[in-house]
């Protein structure tokens, strides 16, 4: 195959192509075996297993969400230093998409429906920052990265005890996530100011209620 400049078009296609790839089919295949293979499976009473169906169902709309605000990062980043350093966590989210999207799937569960519209928004976002200045958009990264953490260690306390299997998923991400919002910060974020950490709170919570049951 010849190597050939991407045009402007080209890359908004591409994009596009993942985007729906994301919001709409299953997860590409994790570098990282899930943290949930080792550990034996428990029997969750009907009760547990919906409420972990939903709070897994949360997690991975959050990581739909992470892919789309690192493809509109990596689409609008003006310096190729910024992408690079992206790139590693970006990776990560995808490993983080595909272990919860099994787990959902061995629990019963479904994906939520709602994927899409939280995808094109993430995006938007990501993209949206990217064009003012690279400082805004790892900021915004850092600032999303922050959020996703907080999420995590609540269902940390609100997965059932016994199961091991979601909790060492979540686990995981979560010591990933910390190190990613390090990493857009040591890349040269903005620490963002309360008031819009308070507003990303509030747009989070929205994503977290309708996700639980859709
Ligand atoms: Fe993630
Ligand atoms: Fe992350």
Partial sequence: MTDRKL????????????????AFSSAPLPERKSPADTIADTNLNDKDRAHTIGL?????????CAQALYQGQAL??????????????????????????????KLG??????????????????AGAGLINDKLSLGFVAA????????????LSDLPKEDLKSRAIVEEMLVDERRHAQAARDAGGY???????????????AMTLSSYRL
Avoid at 113 to 118: A, H, M, R, V
């Fill in 144 to 155: 999303t990265e922050d959020q996703v953490s907080a999420h995590l260690s609540k269902h």
């Fill in 109 to 126: 569960g479904q994906t939520s429906l709602l994927n899409p519209i939280w995808y094109a928004m993430s995006f938007s976002l990501g």
């Fill in 191 to 205: 620490e963002f100011p309360s008031p819009v950490k308070k507003l990303m709170t509030l747009a989070s919570s």
């Fill in 7 to 22: 045009t402007g078009l080209d890359k908004i296609l591409t994009q596009l192509d993942q985007g729906l790839r994301t």
């Fill in 56 to 64: 897994m169902r949360v997690n991975h709309t959050g990581e739909v």
């Fill in 76 to 105: 609008t980043a003006k310096l190729p230093e910024v992408r690079d350093q992206m790139k590693h966590s970006a990776a990560e989210e995808i490993d983080h998409l595909a272990w919860c999207e099994e787990r959902i799937k």
